[in-house]
């Protein structure tokens, strides 16, 4: 992963306090997995951006990015597995 992408990644946050320690967006209150959930739901970013003013484009593309590691992850373990 690139040095772009790790800058992205500092912006998910887990803390047991906030929302039972859930991947956040910047330590707010929105889940990465609503985040995810709206735009597999149909939701544009332009949507997601009114419908959560606090957010910011960058959060949305950290919550894509969030996902695409957790299933390089995922694949590489269960590799690894079979191996």
Not at 43 to 70: F, H, K, M, N, S
Request: with cysteine.
């Amino acid at each position: 992963m690139g040095r772009h992408e790790d800058l992205l990644l500092q912006r998910i946050t887990a803390d047991p306090k906030v929302m039972v320690g859930k991947l956040t967006i910047r330590g707010l209150r929105i889940a990465v997995a609503r985040v995810l959930h709206a735009l597999a739901s149909g939701v544009t970013g332009v949507g997601l951006l009114r419908d959560y003013p606090e957010l910011q484009p960058a959060d949305i593309r950290v919550a894509l990015l969030c996902a695409a590691e957790a299933v390089r992850r995922d694949q590489t373990r269960r590799a690894a597995a079979k191996a």
